[in-house]
């Protein structure tokens, strides 16, 4: 699809808003509707758009599936570390108001990072299938069929 | 010290020992451990008892009365000489399992409560079948099969019975239980027992397991598993009317069985079934004498039944062979296991001055005294038989016949086969010498005199007279041809038709499953096509589709729970 | 309370039916997949409308008010996870059935089970 | 830190899975699986002690009170199926080192380490929640993982297998959804315990008859309850060895868990028993099952599906028991629960060794085993043997119970099917062993050798717990009795 003008011209103006979009929902997750899940949708969407009219291989360039899988893991990493930092200061897991001088402010920031890590987990995630579906050879059409 | 530690303890640690141990170490730890459990066993004194806890109920593996005492002593002494035998077997299986199985051989007869003697009841079931599977044949694996199927039979029906009797009486002490109330479970423990005690119709795991043992397994066999059987009627079902009966079937039946078998081991199987008749008689008869008189039954049949597995079991060992059609001639090349065999045949036949003499006297004299006469008459007859086809064909095909085979490369028993057959020999004639010596150990104190001149009288009549038959049907042709053949027993039924419905039922559940999984899905599917013809009209439901097929249970159980918590609101 | 009152729960009805049937009698493992999306968006669905509140706002709460004029907002959390369950679960699913298509050349029940189970 | 520990217990698995795979390097993903899974399973045991002394341990998540915020709740039984799931997945750990060396591809072995992580964390979670949905969420975690885990089978067929699990286990967890959905539609709450105090009074309704059909039938399709359990053959004979022996020992034992809780805590024996006539039906399915299922296991010739097919029929066996609604028979259900992992454990651990070796698990293959692996066959003996109810091992504690547990409740019939099945236990078993000690090894076999101590010292771990717990039943009737006791308290 690479010498399609139309859609890569599309594209190239679509995806850094669709990005942005992202971050923007992202951020926005602790006081309104939006939050890590929608964000990271969005921001793999914006990838995969990418993908597709660039090629699988552009986009692994752009973003390495080593990287994918490494920042699925982060995500991960991230709620469940804001949890047991909240343990070790001494709330209940996930107990954000542990985190900062007010429980308001806590929870503020607590919601934060752990949209950030669903965030980040749920837009690896999805590329991460999007390359393990389009990274796959092309199967020789129609094996079982007749 | 000694004191402390349960009566099968040395027997187990040595199975464990000959586990681990390089081959003769073990065959050394196997005459070792009876040794020094023999010793503690005489140390013991009655009323000594070992509690655990276990399952939140208080267990009593070890206690020690006289008639544990007197299976005690028999049962080392029947390891001791069963190890002795076993001296030149190299196989690693056949020593663990033989002194795991006389361990809990003596497990069963010490045991204080009836979950102990069942834990020792299965694992003896467990450790003997090795005996039997481990002659390596293609007919020992399936006799062993059927042998721990029925064991396991006889264990679950003792165990189910077990549990009733302590749900209901709450109690699980090794005592007298009778039928007489008509209790389930005293019925349950009965059958249990019975089937290990090789009752009439049960018995065919015996003629069917033992020919089929090793030569050196059937020794160890014949000695335990009827023995506890019989250990546990006397404890718990003395005087039981309906074992007086029993036991005569017991006594005669096999007579007819043994006397056209070739097999010289399957005879000697069903000359065992008809002394534990004996034994049953006198449990079932119940007065002091006839239980003394089963009991001590129990023991020379230990001896002499083992010396006579013994002497056949080293013609196995020498020939390869126990057909009664393939043999003969033996006495000139194997003197001295002839010479065994002739104690043996003459202790089982009761001679006197042999062991069974007392013993048998006991229990036909308390059948009289008690008025069992048809019992005394049938225990007649089966004394006769006895003579007849262990007494006289076993020595007489194995050893005095004319040879049929080639005898040429037969040469004489090994040494330790000799030596644990003439010691067996020598015991089967000091106590029937001496009868005092095993009277000393008897439960109830007795004053019976064997050596009187009725029974000594009669018993030997009846011994000419049968010899007498035995010699005519020779000579006039009409005993029974010694062919090499299969005889029918009821174990025919279940192992041929028995067998076949087995597979049928096995496979046909599946089938049947199958059936109903696609005869559900049928039905759906035709009243779905009709809604929606959305598939092709061949085939679809001719399919079996597993996926699709638990999706329409799920649908079955769902509607099927709904309607039942419908109906109830 | 009339039939058409349930709209939402026949909705429901229908939409699990045709989910469940689809998994039932299609020989496709690929149909089967989207059988059991079916099935579990009608779930979805049954959530969703049992938190819905006649005339209420969508729970966006900025100062102190009455709860009932709101929708109830625990359904709508739960189906969002429910949605991340069932995405993963149709993810973890074509991801196996390219891997049969490439082991067997077929993503058919019955060619499979003829290929490899019956013998 | 003390008061932690329930969440501790599945967070340190849940942030074990994403450190596997940045670690990458099979060996040392390992060794960090190794030591999560160690660490688990002292962790859990702690908190069973704790739960024992001081009773159940109730945790609110971000501080949230229930019925507000998720709660996670551990009691007794709660705290011994942690014990259960994580002792196993401590067992497996130095297993699976040379086992999934040979059976994974080594670009993945991190992966594997990781969603197997994954399954432990819902297999944990879903044990030490005190929330309905929280408990589907994990549930799904672990299916999905084992629908992973399963699929990984060196076999195709695994692929297959682990597609028609994933198919089954879907439609079951959907059902599970639907009877939560039910159940929240008539109490507006989804905190188990919470449940429990207002459901009594909307019993009578249908919503409650519908909810809890659903929540039975989607269980009893994660349990593997005849006959919904055609999934499970597949998925346990084709899955690589370590999956196999885990799966069998926990992920049947927790949706056993959660039916058990959603019997008895959440509706309540009362309920459960009284008003809704589980009491008619499940036992004797459960043991149909269990006999049918023996009678299939007797046919099989592949030694992993034998164990499967006789892995449904224990199950049965605890459904039945835990069915019958009295103490007894929870003890004997949660005593079978505990005491049926580890010998299935045991055994699929020492087919997992022959797999290792001769690369099949065929019967004609394992001829003569018995001899060139000596304590692999062992150890199958022996575990077999527990798998019987011989005594002085495990089984026949499992057995003693059960039987008496019916016997109490006068059910002559169940009786009857039970000790038929245990007869046929006994056929299949002694066909394993008749194969691998009384057959000659086929002609020309390649020469075998032991299976590497690696793999051999967790088997027999496992084959010396049954006989440990087959002599002393503290550890696993005394609690259970306590699970019971805990259960049918309602709330203590």
């Given at each position: 699809m690479t010498d399609h003008v139309v859609l890569r011209v599309i594209g190239k103006l679509l995806i850094p808003f669709i990005l942005a979009y992202g971050l923007y929902v992202q951020a926005h997750g602790d006081f309104g509707p939006g939050g890590g899940f929608q964000a990271g949708v969005i921001v793999a969407a914006g990838l995969i758009l990418y993908g597709l009219i660039h090629g699988v291989a552009a986009t692994q360039r752009v973003v390495p599936p080593r990287l994918v899988e490494a920042l699925a893991a982060v995500g991960v990493l991230i709620y469940a570390g804001v949890g047991v930092v909240t343990l070790v200061l001494g709330?209940?897991?996930?107990?954000?108001?542990?985190?900062?001088?007010?429980p308001s402010h806590g929870q503020h920031t607590g919601v934060f990072l752990v949209e950030l890590g669903v965030g980040v987990a749920v837009a690896s995630v999805m590329l991460a299938i999007f390359y393990a579906f389009a990274s796959r050879k092309p199967i020789a059409s129609g094996g079982g069929r007749r | 010290m000694l004191v402390e530690w349960p009566p099968f303890g040395f027997l187990l640690a040595g199975a464990v020992l000959a586990l681990v141990l390089p081959g003769r170490a073990a065959a050394i730890v196997s005459i070792v451990a009876p040794v020094l459990g023999f010793v503690h066993v005489a140390v013991l004194t009655e009323g000594t008892e070992w509690t655990i806890r276990l399952l939140g109920l208080e267990l009593v593996p070890g206690r020690v009365d006289r008639l544990s005492l007197l299976f005690g002593y028999l049962f080392h002494l029947a390891a001791f000489l069963g190890a002795v035998y076993s001296?030149?077997?190299?196989?690693r299986v056949q020593q663990v399992a033989a002194l795991g199985y006389a361990a809990s051989a003596v497990g069963v007869v010490f045991a204080g409560d009836m979950l102990s003697l069942f834990v020792a009841w299965e694992l003896m079931a467990v450790t003997s079948v090795f005996l039997i599977w481990a002659r390596r044949t293609r007919a020992s694996i399936g006799a062993g099969l059927r042998y721990v199927l029925l064991q396991g039979l006889s264990g679950l029906v003792l165990l189910a019975g077990v549990l009733m009797r302590n749900a209901e009486t709450g109690t699980l002490a090794v005592g007298p239980i009778g039928i007489e109330d008509g209790e389930v479970f005293a019925w349950l423990i009965l059958a249990g027992v019975g089937i290990k005690a090789a009752f009439p119709g049960a018995h065919v795991w015996l003629t069917d397991g033992y020919p089929n043992a090793t030569p050196t397994g059937a020794v160890w066999l014949s000695a335990f598993t009827t023995k506890v059987a019989v250990y546990v009627l006397a404890r718990?079902?003395?005087?039981?009317?309906?074992l007086v009966v029993v036991g005569a079937v017991m006594a005669a039946f096999p007579i007819f069985y043994a006397v056209i078998e070739n097999d010289l081991r399957r005879v000697l199987g069903y000359s065992m079934i008809n002394q534990i008749g004996f034994m049953v008689v006198g449990v079932g008869i119940g007065t002091e004498l006839a239980v003394n008189g089963a009991v001590a039954h129990a023991f020379n049949d230990v001896l002499f039944k083992g010396l006579l597995f013994m002497s056949m079991g080293a013609v196995l060992h020498v020939t390869g062979r126990t057909g009664g059609a393939s043999l003969g001639g033996l006495a000139r090349k194997m003197p001295f296991t002839a010479a065994c065999c002739v104690v043996g045949a003459a202790s089982i036949s009761a001679f006197?001055?042999?062991?069974g003499f007392v013993s048998k006297s006991m229990v036909m004299a308390a059948a009289l005294e008690e008025h069992h006469e048809v019992v005394w008459l049938v225990l007649l007859f089966a004394s006769a038989g006895v003579f007849h086809h262990a007494g006289i064909k076993i020595p007489y095909f194995a050893f005095?016949?004319?040879?049929?085979?080639?005898?040429?490369h037969v040469r004489e028993a090994p040494w330790n086969m000799r030596w644990a057959m003439g010691l067996a020999a020598f015991l089967c004639i000091t106590f029937g010498v001496r009868p005092g010596y095993l009277y000393a150990l008897l439960p109830f104190p007795t004053a019976f005199t064997a050596y009187d001149a009725t029974h000594v009288l009669a018993q030997t009549q009846l011994l000419c007279f049968s010899a007498l038959a035995f010699a005519w049907l020779r000579w006039t042709g009409?005993?029974?041809?010694?062919?090499p053949s299969t005889n029918l027993d009821v174990d025919w039924l279940w192992r041929v038709p028995g067998l076949r419905g087995w597979r049928l039922a096995g496979t046909s559940v599946e089938r049947v499953a199958g059936k109903i999984r696609g005869g559900s899905r049928n039905a759906l599917g035709a009243i779905l096509r009709g809604l929606?013809?959305?598939?092709?009209?061949?085939g679809v439901l001719a399919r079996t589709w597993p996926t699709a097929s638990v999706m329409v249970w799920v649908a079955v159980l769902l509607s099927g729970y709904l309607l039942l918590y419908f109906a109830r609101i | 309370m009339s039939i058409l009152a349930h709209y939402n729960d026949w909705a429901v009805i229908v939409l699990m039916m045709a989910g469940l049937y689809i998994v039932i009698s299609t020989r496709s493992f690929l149909k089967k997949v989207v059988g059991l999306n079916l099935f579990q968006t009608s779930v979805i669905i049954f959530y969703i409308s049992m938190a819905n509140v006649t005339g209420a706002a969508a729970p966006i709460v900025t100062e102190p008010v009455d709860?009932?004029?709101?929708?109830?907002?625990l359904p709508h959390v739960l189906m969002l996870t429910a949605i991340v369950v069932g995405v993963a679960t149709t993810a973890v699913g074509l991801g196996i059935l390219v891997r049969i298509h490439e082991a067997?050349?077929?993503?058919?029940e019955d060619e499979i089970v003829r290929h490899d189970f019956d013998s | 830190m003390d008061h932690h520990l329930p969440v501790l217990v599945v967070v340190t698995a849940l942030v074990g899975a994403p450190l596997c795979i940045l670690v990458r390097q099979p060996r040392v993903v390992w060794g960090l699986f190794t030591a999560i899974t160690w660490s688990i399973a002292a962790m859990a045991v702690t908190l069973l002690l704790q739960v024992l002394s001081e009773g159940p341990v109730r945790y609110a998540l971000g501080g949230w009170p229930p019925p507000l915020g998720i709660e996670l709740r551990v009691d007794v039984l709660g705290g011994f199926v942690l014990t259960i799931v994580s002792g196993m997945a401590a067992v497996v750990a130095p297993y699976s080192l040379r086992s999934v060396e040979q059976e994974v591809d080594a670009a993945r072995v991190h992966q594997f380490y990781a969603v197997l992580l994954l399954a432990l964390t819902g297999l944990l979670g879903l044990t030490a929640t005190g929330d309905i949905f929280n408990a589907f969420v994990f549930l799904e975690i672990s299916s999905l993982a084992t629908y992973v885990l399963v699929s990984l089978?060196?076999?195709?067929?695994a692929l297959v297998s682990a597609f028609r699990y994933l198919v089954m286990g879907t439609v079951g967890g959907t059902f599970f959804l639907i009877g939560i959905g039910f159940l929240y539609v008539q109490t507006?709450?989804?905190?188990m315990l919470d449940l429990a105090a207002i459901l009594p009074q909307w019993i009578d309704t249908r919503t409650s008859a519908v909810a809890f059909a659903f929540l039975t039938v989607g269980l009893s399709l994660k349990l593997a309850l005849f006959p919904l359990h055609l999934w499970l053959p597949g998925a346990y004979s084709y899955a690589p060895s370590v999956v196999s022996a885990f799966l069998a020992a926990t992920a049947t034992k927790v949706a056993a868990y959660l039916m058990l809780r959603v019997f008895?805590?959440?509706?309540?024996q009362a309920v459960a028993f009284g008003e809704l006539p589980v009491a008619a039906t499940l036992p004797a399915v459960g043991l149909f099952g269990a006999l049918a299922m023996s009678l299939v296991a007797v046919f099989q010739t592949n030694l992993k599906r034998l164990l499967a097919y006789s892995s449904i029929a224990q199950i049965g066996y605890i459904v039945t028991a835990a069915s019958l609604g009295t103490q007894a028979g929870l003890t004997a259900g949660i005593g079978h629960l505990f005491n049926h992992a580890m010998m299935k454990g045991a055994l699929f651990l020492a087919v997992g060794c022959i797999a290792y070796r001769i690369g099949s698990v065929r019967l004609e293959e394992i001829r003569g085993l018995g001899r060139r692996m000596p304590w692999t066959a062992a150890a199958i003996f022996v575990g077999g043997a527990s798998l019987v109810g011989m005594?002085?091992?495990a089984g026949f504690i499992s057995k003693w119970h059960l039987v008496s547990a019916i016997l109490a409740e006068g059910q002559w019939g169940l009786v009857a099917l039970i000790l038929t099945s245990s007869l046929l236990a006994v056929a299949y078993v002694w066909r394993i062993v008749g194969f691998l000690y009384l057959r000659d090894a086929p002609s020309g076999a390649a020469p075998v050798r032991e299976a590497p101590l690696s793999m051999l010292a967790p088997t027999w771990a496992l084959v010396l717990a049954n006989v440990w717990f087959g002599l002393d039943t503290r550890g696993s009737l005394g609690v259970a009795t306590q699970a019971a006791l805990g259960l049918l308290g309602g709330q203590p």
């Open positions: 709330g209940n897991f996930l107990g954000y108001g542990a985190l900062d001088h007010s | 001296w030149h077997v190299r196989d718990c079902y003395p005087g039981t009317e309906l006197p001055l042999f062991s005095f016949a004319p040879a049929r085979v080639s005898t040429d009409l005993y029974p041809a010694e062919v929606t013809r959305s598939h092709g009209p061949h | 709860a009932a004029d709101y929708a109830n907002p067997y050349g077929t993503v058919e | 089978g060196r076999d195709r067929r507006g709450t989804l905190n008895f805590t959440v509706f309540g005594p002085l091992t």
